[in-house]
């Protein structure tokens, strides 16, 4: 039964499980932030002195349009629901279109008394690593040919996101070192040994987590300066400068707590 409302988990549709599979509510979640604070002198007040996003939750409650008397089909469809949530992955629903959730944990609800045939489970998909609900395609910003200098690049989402770099080199030469500004943060780095046709890439994972190569081998441990390319959502400038011409292209995903 094709519904209103629509959750697929890499790319297979809940509902086309099984017909008998009626989602009854999607709950999008927010994004939980533990805040720290010290209080204030003076009797009245706190200072914050630090904010960590945490996990986002997405309730997702459903029923199985069987009755009563049909306990072992009903617990069989139950079981492909626990599956599918199982696989993890993108999630992504109807009603949110070009966003999607990386679900890094899942937890099943109780199948009860399949006699119950009026009963609604809900099962909780939940993501750790990158607890935003994420733009499905980035934007993204070239510049064919450049040594030294900026581009421009529109950010999208509601909260902070990181971004993606690739220098392709075009000198025919080794390139060593090279530098990239955005957003307040820098990420320098040096004996890189990018030959003349290899790609530098700075890049992240569906665990969020840094990753650098050049021509394909890590040079993660020839970074200084940021953790990250951190750039809040609308206009950001990225400054690059490296020893040589290359081609650069610049992408962010919108996060969206």
């Known amino acids: ?10 790319g297979v549709q809940l509902d086309e499980l099984h017909e008998a599979i009626v989602i009854q509510r999607i709950d999008p979640g927010t994004t939980q932030k533990n805040i720290s604070t010290v209080s204030m002198m003076g009797g009245a007040g706190q200072r914050i002195t ?7 939750d997405v309730v997702i409650e459903f029923g199985i349009n069987l009755p009563k008397r049909e306990m072992e ?25 070009n966003r999607r959730l990386w679900v890094d944990r899942v937890e ?21 690593s990158v607890p935003f609900w994420q733009d499905e395609m980035p934007v993204t910003a070239v ?7 900026t581009v421009g690049i529109e950010v999208g989402g ?13 000198s025919g030469m080794t390139i060593n070192n ?11 780095l040096s004996s890189l040994g990018l030959g003349g046709v290899e790609t530098l890439s700075i890049h992240h994972g569906t665990d969020g987590l840094l990753r650098i ?31 040589r011409a290359g081609a650069l292209t610049v992408r962010s995903y919108g996060r969206y707590a």
């Open 178 to 188: 090279f530098r990239v500004t955005a957003g307040g943060n820098e990420i320098v």
């Open 50 to 56: 630090g904010e960590h996003w945490e996990t986002l």
């Open 73 to 97: 089909l009903r617990r069989q469809i139950f079981d492909m629901v626990a599956a599918w949530a199982l696989r993890g992955g993108w999630l992504t629903v109807n009603w949110m279109p």
């Open 158 to 170: 509601t909260v902070q996101s990181v971004l993606d770099v690739e220098f392709r080199n075009r």
């Open 108 to 128: 099943l609800p109780n199948g009860g008394d399949m006699w119950e045939w009026t009963n609604t489970y809900s099962l909780t998909l939940r993501a750790y």
């Open 1 to 10: 039964m094709i519904l209103s409302k629509r959750a697929a988990l890499g």
């Open 213 to 243: 190569t050049a021509g394909g081998r890590s040079v993660l441990d020839r970074r200084t300066g940021s953790d990250d390319l951190y750039v809040m959502p609308g206009s950001n400038i990225v400054t690059v400068q490296a020893d």
């Open 143 to 149: 510049h064919q040919l450049i040594t030294s200098g």
